[in-house]
């Protein structure tokens, strides 16, 4: 059997038990930031740092083919999902997404979800008591939704917000966890499929350059649209990740409440510290704990090896709080991105690199654009956070506080 096909637990014990501390504990010794383990079977080596960044995002050293494990293909990325492809059929896929680095779209994006948010706070009021990580799920769902161009007879939002979260939190856990993700897969990318046959045949309209039209529309070979199932993986590639953005909204508000001096700063409509409060929450809260590639060749890093066919992988965790590069990296203080402009290969959240050209993420300016909209917006609105489990355990990845972050006496501004 091939090494990404066997189940996840095949010698993954220590990262299923320690989580987001697995690499980092380990690395604690190492001088150079270098470790060599083993990972699904596979020799591997893991790196940190933004020259390792580097190392890590050059085409020669690493492939993403066969690299990803088959559990995370079937909840979290899709199978054939643009993650997965190398060289000119990276290049070519990930041309799709590239109009979200705009950002007319990412202002664009960001009005339909405010607006969604606007709408959904009205109802809060209402409510004896909110859980921000689901209702904040259901906002997002619905303002990328209308964005991506999706009709609105289409969309269920409280459902379809379930499972794109379901997605995304049991792709690294065995379980239920896990089995709700992969039927929560299984029904919406049949749904998107069936979404984009109706837009081939004229039965549903999609807006022009939409999302929604773009996917339907995008050619890997010249005269050969994607398979319905392929689209179906690359729309659900836009509408989980934005949704995911509920993982940082609810930190953000634990943030705040740890924190509370910076709320007047976001409520008085400080632009340049709401983006600097959206990076270091993106750099403090555990989300992505590493990433990982295989080998193309031999690869030797300050003096450690991992031979062709291993696994090379990149400590995002353990880099986003690196002391060499962060000072103080347990204190959470956003001024540090007034102080200096965050360098893109060493914050590293959403992956580094060039979102143009490699794998990192193409979404990460509109998260960073939702998130500093969404902090400001919180930061105004009147509640009450009453006793409840606020613990964000390491363990579990992804991890998130333990009670979602309940508010009571919700009152709009
Ligand atoms: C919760 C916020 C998000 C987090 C934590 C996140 C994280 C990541 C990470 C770690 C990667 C992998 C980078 C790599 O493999 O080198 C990635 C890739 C990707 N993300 Fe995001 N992302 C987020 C939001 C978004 C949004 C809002 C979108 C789209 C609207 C998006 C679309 C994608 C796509 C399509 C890829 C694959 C890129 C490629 O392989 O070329 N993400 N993201």
Redesign the pocket.
């Known amino acids: 059997m091939d090494a990404h096909r066997r189940p996840l637990m095949d010698r993954t014990l220590p990262l299923l038990t320690e989580g987001y501390a697995w690499l980092p504990n380990r690395m604690r010794d190492s001088a150079d930031a270098v470790l060599r383990t083993r990972l699904l079977g596979r020799p591997a080596l893991a790196v940190r740092g933004p020259e390792a960044v580097r190392f890590f995002y050059d085409e020669g050293h690493v492939h ?1 083919h066969g690299a990803t494990p088959a559990p995370v293909l079937d909840t979290l990325f899709g199978q054939g999902a ?2 997965t492809l190398d060289g000119d059929a ?1 290049r070519v896929r ?1 041309e799709l ?1 590239l109009p ?1 680095l705009d950002p007319d779209r990412v202002t664009g994006l960001t009005e339909h979800v405010t607006a969604a948010w606007d709408e959904a706070v009205r109802s809060w009021s209402e409510l004896s008591r909110v859980v921000l990580f689901d209702a904040v799920g259901v906002v997002l769902t619905r303002g990328v939704c209308r964005w991506a161009g999706l009709p609105r007879q289409a969309v269920d939002a409280e459902p379809l917000a379930r499972d794109l979260i379901a997605m995304v939190d049991g792709f690294a856990t065995p379980g239920p966890r896990h089995l709700r993700a992969r039927r929560a897969r299984a029904r919406q990318q049949a749904r998107m499929a069936r979404l984009i046959e109706d837009v081939r045949r004229g039965k549903v309209s999609a807006p022009a350059d939409s999302v929604l039209d773009r996917v339907c529309r995008h050619h890997d070979d010249p005269g050969e649209p994607l398979d319905a199932g392929t689209a179906a993986v690359e729309l659900l ?2 509408l989980r ?2 949704v ?2 509920s ?2 909204v609810a930190f953000a508000a634990h943030a705040l409440h740890r924190w509370p001096a910076h709320r007047e700063r976001l409520r008085a409509g400080d632009g340049a510290f709401a983006t600097a409060f959206a990076h270091e929450v993106r750099r403090f809260y555990p ?2 704990p590493f ?1 990982g590639g295989r080998t193309v060749t031999e690869l030797t890093w300050h003096g450690e090896s991992v031979p062709a066919g291993g696994i090379l992988l990149l400590d ?1 965790y353990g880099q986003n709080h690196d002391e060499k590069l962060w000072g103080d990296p347990y204190a959470f203080r956003p001024q540090r991105f007034l102080e200096r402009p965050a360098d893109p290969d060493e914050l590293i ?4 690199g060039d979102p143009a050209t ?7 300016r ?2 960073v654009g939702l998130l500093d909209s969404l902090a400001v917006r919180l930061a105004r609105l009147e509640y009450t956070v009453p006793e409840q489990d606020l613990r964000i355990p390491l363990r579990r990845i992804p991890t998130r506080p333990r009670s979602g972050f309940a508010v009571t006496g919700v009152r709009a501004p």
């Open positions: 993403r643009v993650h990276h990930k997404f979200l590639n836009v990740p934005t995911a953005v993982w940082f989300f992505a990433l995002v959240p959403q992956g580094g490699g794998h990192r993420c193409p979404g990460e509109i998260t």
